[in-house]
């Protein structure tokens, strides 16, 4: 089973920019999806934006398209997140998942995802 760990989180302006990153081990990235996802306060976990094994699909939710970009670096085990024009309502922990192995499906049901990280906190200031 591997591991998880995110970083890269903090406190920015609204407008502002941040690029978080999720390094894995105990697993073979490259032959695992990849997802993103946020949880605020009181509110449902949900997906942000999905990756495929090698990168060449994403997927993003309707609210963060055009300002949020994933990808992924499978020689150094690292997923990563820019994230630019930040709203107030992007605040959250934010959190890098996978499935259980053969996972290649590109999806933002956090319900098909099994292992999680710790999460990293976005807050983001109007």
């Known amino acids: 089973q591997g591991q998880l760990v995110e970083s890269g989180g903090g406190l920015v302006q609204a407008g502002g920019s941040l690029r978080l990153s999720c390094t894995a081990s105990g697993l073979t990235f490259d032959d695992y999806a990849m997802g993103w996802f946020r949880q605020a306060p009181g509110k449902e976990r949900e997906g942000v934006a999905g990756?495929?094994?090698?990168?060449?699909?994403?997927l993003y939710a309707d609210s963060v398209q055009g300002r949020v970009t994933i990808s992924r670096d499978n020689a150094k085990n690292t997923l990563y997140l820019q994230m630019n024009s930040l709203k107030p309502e992007d605040t959250g922990m934010y959190y890098c998942?996978?499935?259980?192995?053969?996972?290649?499906?590109?999806?933002?049901?956090?319900?098909?995802?099994?292992?999680w990280g710790q999460g990293t906190q976005v807050t983001v200031s109007s």
């Open positions: 990756i495929s094994p090698s990168g060449s699909r994403t």
């Open positions: 998942a996978t499935g259980r192995w053969p996972f290649k499906t590109v999806t933002l049901d956090p319900r098909r995802y099994a292992y």
